[in-house]
């Protein structure tokens, strides 16, 4: 059984397109949270959400949206894609805010 | 500034030949360090969390420990499946967010 899954694996896009990202998680966790990794493997935190509230929103751009409609799924929107979102997205959950996270398997985002 | 810092950036061993990766960090309120292994194309794995100095755990050939100002992965006699990206992060309660080092890249040779 998957613990942390995320859809797509790969995503090619283009330029100015509109894209979203799926997370589910069946550890029944009541915090879920997306991370950013760069070409240099630097993971970075993006958003957080406790029970279906978001608790964590880092200096990301307003095209990046995220949507969590029950705690056991949390979906990333990305309006206008540029190439400078071209990275490797993770979906991570956990027991509870500063528990261990799990992580899924990433998706690997290229705009062109 | 909260900062991760790992080193070596990358460590190459033989199969038997053990070695250590460290961690060192600035943190005002740390909650928790967590070790991370990372396999190409994969998310990381968790496999450590530490709370307070002069803490330990181990799993298998790995044996984590924790200063107040640094933590370090301990690998005994490493295989080959041992190679991976190492990461390290600490959990800072005001912010309750993770922030990740940038990694050992370790490689085991037979």
């Known amino acids: 059984d998957t613990a942390v899954s995320q859809t797509p694996k790969y995503l090619v896009t283009q330029m100015g397109n509109d894209k979203s990202i799926k997370c589910e998680q069946n550890l029944g966790h009541d915090t879920m949270y997306w991370y950013k990794q760069d070409s240099k493997k630097f993971l970075k935190i993006m958003f957080s959400y406790n029970n279906k509230e978001l608790i964590i929103n880092e200096t990301v751009p307003n095209r990046f949206s995220p949507k969590s409609p029950d705690k056991a799924h949390l979906n990333l929107h990305i309006n206008s894609l540029e190439l400078g979102d071209s990275a490797v997205y993770f979906c991570a959950s956990s027991e509870g805010q500063g528990d261990e996270q799990y992580f899924g398997p990433g998706t690997r985002l290229t705009v062109t | 500034e909260d900062q991760v810092t790992q080193s070596p950036e990358a460590l190459r061993l033989q199969e038997g030949e053990s070695s250590s990766l460290n961690c060192s960090y600035t943190v005002s309120g740390l909650r928790g360090l967590f070790w991370y292994r990372q396999d190409p194309g994969k998310g990381p794995e968790f496999l450590f969390t530490l709370y307070s100095a002069g803490e330990e755990k181990e799993k298998e050939r790995l044996k984590a420990t924790l200063t107040k100002k640094e933590s370090f992965l301990h690998i005994t006699a490493p295989k080959p499946e041992d190679s991976a990206t190492y990461l390290c992060?600490?959990?800072?309660?005001?912010?309750?967010?993770?922030?990740f080092g940038t990694g050992t890249l370790l490689a085991v040779q037979p």
């Open positions: 992060a600490v959990h800072r309660g005001a912010t309750n967010k993770l922030i």
